[in-house]
């Protein structure tokens, strides 16, 4: 059975907008090979639309280790608006997300990360489909910027954290 995992940076205010624009002052080893850790049981990823547009500009025609596997790796699109998707190995989602992909947990296969995309990793914790969500929490109060969470009531259980020494916190959570 395949799981449904997520991951993002976070500040310690909540702010998981544009996390590469301050989070990789608290990159070091250990932080890579957490998210290392995940890509490798990675076996589709899931991406909401405007982190597939972003990617699809950026990785098709790239190489080296990181560009291969997004190159590689089968992509879901989870999108109302677009209506066709080209970068190599994607395939949009349409209609009922939660429900496909509730039916997709049940076949053999790596995991499916969501990379990016808060929209829909809030929608995912809300319709109760996320079977993981990795927080990588960085100290830094960032101020202003898209929180993950809203007005939205989720109840989590903390499954395991680590402290990296760069300060990062990385929690792992699942529905409770």
């Known amino acids: 059975m395949r799981?449904?995992?997520?991951?993002l940076h976070m500040s310690l205010d909540g702010v998981v907008e544009s996390p590469e624009r301050w989070s990789f002052d608290y990159f070091c080893d250990e932080v890579g090979q957490s998210i290392k850790d995940r890509r490798d049981a990675t076996g589709t990823l899931l991406l909401g639309r405007q982190t597939y547009e972003e990617f699809a500009k950026i990785w098709p025609g790239q190489s080296g280790e990181i560009a291969d596997f997004m190159n590689h790796t089968p992509k879901l699109v989870a999108s109302t608006t677009?209506?066709?998707v080209d970068w190599a190995g994607s395939t949009l989602l349409e209609g009922d997300v939660a429900a496909a992909l509730t039916?997709?947990?049940?076949?053999e296969g790596g995991n499916i990360t969501v990379t990016g995309s808060a929209t829909l990793v809030r929608s995912l914790?809300?319709?109760g489909v996320l079977d993981?969500?990795?927080l990588l929490v960085c100290p830094i109060v960032l101020?202003?910027?898209k929180r993950l969470f809203d007005d939205s009531r989720v109840p989590l259980r903390l499954a395991a954290s680590e402290m990296f020494p760069t300060g990062v916190v990385h929690l792992t959570y699942?529905?409770?």
């Open 125 to 127: 914790l809300v319709a």
């Open 174 to 176: 699942g529905l409770a």
């Open 82 to 84: 677009l209506t066709s």
């Open 3 to 7: 799981k449904i995992v997520a991951g």
């Open 143 to 145: 101020g202003a910027g």
């Open 132 to 134: 993981e969500l990795h």
């Open 103 to 107: 039916a997709l947990k049940r076949q």
